[in-house]
């Protein structure tokens, strides 16, 4: 494989990362959007929670609420977008915008632990996590998930770029 062309290497990287920190504003503004347009605009608040539904239960009993309406997630599910938006504000601060290269596997699965074993517990009927330990096993979680992404996301706009060269079976160089 060819190597990539460092000159567009971290302005690609920074052009990314500022596209998943608008992405995960407007997600996590939706988010709190839809109690708060819940009697101001009703239709546009069944929207979003509607919207919102395929990827969470929204049980109201699991769920932090603005002026008596529940957020359009549970707590886990908004501790994984808050966590993702904090994690990826950080990025910079914790990876260059050059190339970036994927974190340990490790870090991944330590961070995958907390929530994997509170929602294995809760689904096992095991125990009933309190919404602020779902909301925390959701943050760390999220927190790990932009340096996976945005690398992903480099990777995929090098390969569709025309960055790298795929070898043709049998070529050596």
Same mark, same amino acid.
């Given at each position: 494989?060819?190597?990539?062309?460092?000159?567009?290497?971290?302005?690609?990287?920074?052009?990314?990362?500022?596209?998943?920190?608008?992405?995960?504003?407007?997600?996590?503004?939706?988010? +709190?959007?839809? &109690? #708060? !347009?819940?009697?101001?605009?009703? @239709? *546009?608040? /069944?929207?979003?929670?509607?919207?919102?539904?395929?990827?969470?239960?929204?049980?109201?009993?699991?769920?932090?609420?603005?002026?008596?309406?529940?957020?359009?997630?549970?707590?886990?599910?908004?501790?994984?977008?808050?966590?993702?938006?904090?994690?990826?504000?950080?990025?910079?601060?914790?990876?260059? +915008?050059?190339? &970036? #290269? !994927?974190?340990?596997?490790?870090? @991944? *699965?330590? /961070?995958?632990?907390?929530?994997?074993?509170?929602?294995?517990?809760?689904?096992?009927?095991?125990?009933?996590?309190?919404?602020?330990?779902?909301?925390?096993?959701?943050?760390?979680?999220?927190?790990?998930?932009?340096?996976?992404?945005?690398?992903?996301?480099?990777?995929?706009?090098?390969?569709?770029?025309?960055?790298?060269? #795929?070898?043709?079976?049998?070529?050596?160089?």
């Amino acid at each position: 494989m060819g190597a990539p062309d460092m000159k567009k290497g971290p302005n690609t990287v920074l052009m990314i990362w500022l596209l998943v920190v608008l992405g995960g504003f407007l997600w996590n503004a939706a988010l +709190f959007a839809a &109690p #708060l !347009l819940r009697h101001e605009e009703p @239709f *546009v608040s /069944a929207f979003v929670y509607a919207a919102f539904s395929p990827v969470c239960h929204q049980l109201p009993e699991r769920s932090f609420s603005i002026h008596g309406s529940p957020l359009a997630v549970c707590g886990r599910c908004l501790g994984i977008y808050l966590g993702f938006s904090a994690g990826t504000i950080l990025y910079p601060f914790l990876r260059r +915008f050059s190339r &970036p #290269l !994927l974190p340990a596997t490790s870090i @991944f *699965v330590l /961070a995958s632990l907390p929530i994997g074993l509170d929602t294995a517990g809760n689904f096992l009927g095991l125990w009933a996590s309190p919404i602020g330990l779902r909301l925390a096993a959701g943050l760390i979680w999220g927190s790990v998930l932009p340096f996976y992404l945005i690398t992903g996301l480099y990777e995929v706009r090098q390969l569709l770029g025309g960055k790298f060269r #795929l070898k043709s079976p049998g070529e050596t160089k």
